[in-house]
């Protein structure tokens, strides 16, 4: 992993930052949301993905790339939930007192 890092850091940043952004413009969405049982699911394919990756059962290229993707992701969604924060922080203060 800090291979990763130190090689891909400029990707990284990129990911992190793209993730700022569209949490910073994102829309609120109040359509009916994902069910539980899709939740779980999901749940279950990431909490798999992951072990994959630090069980190393991906070996090679294939393997090097899901660990890339898994830290670009997991910065993309860091970077939404600070940029959403942020913004609604910013919005929050905007508002006159009631």
Excluded: E
């Excluded at 109040?30 to 749940?43: E, I, N, T, Y």
């Excluded at 393997?63 to 913004?87: E, H, P, T």
Aim: glycine share 10%.
């Amino acid at each position: 992993m800090i291979v990763l890092a130190t090689f891909f850091w400029g990707w990284l940043l990129g990911a992190a930052l793209l993730g700022f952004g569209m949490g910073w413009i994102a829309v609120v969405h109040r359509a009916q949301g994902v069910s539980k049982v899709w939740m779980r699911w999901l749940a279950l394919l990431a909490a798999a993905i992951v072990a994959a990756s630090v069980a190393r059962v991906v070996p090679g290229r294939f393997g090097y790339w899901l660990d890339l993707f898994l830290i670009m992701f997991a910065l993309y969604l860091v970077g939404c939930a600070i940029g959403s924060w942020l913004r609604d922080w910013v919005v929050s203060r905007s508002r006159p007192a009631n």
